[in-house]
């Protein structure tokens, strides 16, 4: 699978945000947007994910422009995690996990065998079956965000698009995300999320894409992307690169 | 199981309406009229109280139904027919044309129901629920206006009709009434089942339920238009009985324990309301009949207040 952003121009009213970006997403890999406040790195992810239509350009999927396919058929090749989705009151994690299902469902059809085992699937990878019966708003930050996730793996899709899923969690709960999005892209998925943490994007990231001003700045693996030069440039931080005591990969340690 | 349990106190009610009154009439008589017909009580059960129980029970409903559907596409339980201008919309048309005598009620009522919907939508939209209720609030305010300036200025004898149709009596009324609102039900089963499966990602944020395939705002737009249409219709028939379209929902999702009013409970719920609150109109200070409206006015303002203080709890 292949998804691509092509002269993509995107934004939100009378603002401009994206102006031209280009993009391959390598496929199968953890690719990791970062870049400072305002750069565009969500509206990117939005556009890619096909929650916000491009003013100019197209976002492909093995050269089909996915805001001309059909929605349901996007949806089964796409999932998405949205920034800090509200809960719905009163349904159970099973019950918003089987949401997920939705691509695949018309309303004549029966909810089927295949169906209760993508879910039921779905939470066991997303480590939340043993709170199936639990109502998602008495979860703690950490055990929803992985409901979530469970709902977009529900789709069983190839690519998954997450959108700050760290944001909002504390740290024992960030590594347990990572660890999740991790697992999932050795599980063959291309896995895009936008990270706000440098360190952590410098270590769980396959591939880095470094946005600043609306455009890519920088692109490649976290050795090649985290150098003192591009961090000053790119986020305007005087910075050493030090190296991970446990994986080796660069951190980024202000001056 | 909890479904059973519905319908069997619906018919509970419906046998009690129909036995209950001036003649009383032993419910296994009830049945046996209703069921086979050919004995003394035909004319109490078949001909007097069985059309208005069943327009009652149609009725309710479709209230029931309708307000479903919008409180579930605005996440609004406030959001029924009777706070957002449908049924003010329909009361104006009625007296319009109770008090003009140019146009036939019914008729005017329902599209009276719709063009106030379709006022609501121009304004409110459909993307956000608190701009549409505003929206909807605001348009009910000027209708109830309207009504008051078309009453003061009408002559006294039309103008007391007017008010009856206002206050929601199912008093003369049955099955000529009951009948528009059954073929609307049936033409809508299709969508119905529709909406009771696409009702399942209305809770969901936009982005979560376009991340799995859905247009959002077209389907929030698709389902409030079924809602608006079967609330406009019943609304037409038997006159504003309140609160229905917004306690039967919020009942049935309590007793459902979803996230969203079921439909199918919210109708066996709102039948049951109107037809025991059209009974209760009927006994309560017998021989004076009070209107539904009255009846279900006065049990489900109560209600809304115990909803208000929950919601503030929380």
Redesign the interface.
């Known amino acids: 699978m292949k998804l691509t952003a092509a002269e993509l121009k995107a934004g939100y009213e009378a603002r401009t945000v994206l102006d031209g970006l280009s993009l391959e997403v390598p496929p199968g890999r953890l690719t990791v947007i970062v870049g400072p406040n305002a750069c565009g790195k969500s509206t990117l992810l939005?556009t890619l994910?096909?929650?916000l239509k491009p003013r100019g350009g197209a976002v492909l999927l093995d050269g089909q422009s996915i805001h001309e396919l059909?929605?349901?058929?996007?949806?089964?090749r796409l999932?998405?995690?949205?920034?800090a989705?509200?809960v719905?009151?009163?349904?159970s994690v099973s019950?918003l996990v089987s949401?997920?299902r939705?691509?695949y469902?018309r309303?004549?059809q029966q909810w089927s065998k295949e169906d209760e085992a993508a879910v039921a699937e779905a939470m066991r990878d997303a480590d939340v079956a043993d709170l199936a019966e639990r109502p998602v708003e008495s979860l703690s930050g950490g055990q929803r965000q992985r409901v979530?996730i469970a709902?977009?793996l529900a789709?069983q899709t190839e690519a998954l698009l997450l959108d700050e899923p760290t944001t909002y969690l504390d740290l024992a709960h960030q590594v347990e995300v990572l660890g999740l999005m991790r697992r999932l892209q050795r599980g063959g998925r291309t896995v895009v999320a936008v990270l706000h943490d440098l360190n952590q994007a410098a270590r769980y990231a396959d591939h880095i894409v470094a946005m600043r001003d609306g455009s890519i700045a920088a692109e490649g693996a976290p050795p090649d992307v985290f150098t003192e030069s591009l961090v000053r440039e790119v986020f305007g931080l005087d910075c050493v690169i030090a190296r991970c005591p446990v994986s080796g990969a660069p951190q980024v340690v202000p001056k | 199981m909890r479904y059973a349990v519905l319908v069997l106190v619906l018919c509970a009610a419906v046998v009690a309406s129909v036995s209950l009154g001036d003649i009383a009439v032993p419910p296994m008589d009830v049945l046996q009229s209703l069921l086979f017909g050919g004995g003394e009580y035909d004319l109490v059960v078949r001909e007097l109280r069985w059309p208005r129980t069943l327009l009652a029970a149609v009725g309710g409903a479709a209230l029931a139904i309708g307000g479903a559907l919008i409180q579930s596409v605005t996440r609004n339980p406030l959001a029924s027919p009777d706070i957002i201008g449908i049924t003010q919309g329909a009361g104006l048309a009625a007296t319009i044309a109770l008090t003009t005598g140019i146009v036939s009620v019914a008729p005017a009522a329902t599209a009276g129901g719709l063009l106030a919907a379709a006022a609501v939508f121009a304004f409110g939209g459909a993307q956000t629920s608190r701009r549409f209720v505003l929206a909807g609030v605001a348009i009910a305010f000027a209708l109830r206006a309207g009504i008051e300036i078309v009453l003061t200025s009408a002559e006294t004898l039309d103008a007391q009709r007017a008010q009856i149709w206002l206050i929601g009596s199912l008093n003369g009324r049955g099955f000529e009434e009951a009948a528009p609102i059954g073929v609307v039900l049936a033409l809508t089963m299709a969508p119905l089942a529709w909406a009771a499966w696409a009702l399942r990602t209305t809770s969901l944020d936009d982005d979560v339920a376009r991340g799995i395939g859905v247009r959002p705002v077209a389907r929030r737009y698709g389902l409030a238009a079924l809602g608006v249409v079967i609330a406009a219709t019943a609304t037409a028939q038997i006159g504003a009985v309140d609160f229905v379209a917004l306690v039967a929902p919020q009942l049935a999702q309590r007793l459902s324990k979803r996230e969203r009013p079921p439909i199918v409970a919210s109708a066996l719920i709102g039948a049951t309301l109107v037809v025991f609150a059209d009974l209760l109109g009927r006994r309560l200070l017998a021989p004076t009949q009070l209107p539904a409206g009255v009846l279900t006015a006065a049990l489900g303002a109560p209600y809304l207040v115990y909803l208000l203080l929950k919601r503030r709890r929380a």
């Open positions: 939005r994910a096909r929650l059909p929605p349901r058929q996007v949806a089964q999932g998405v995690l949205p920034q989705p509200l719905p009151e009163g349904l019950d949401r997920g939705q691509p469902q309303w004549w979530w709902m977009a789709q």
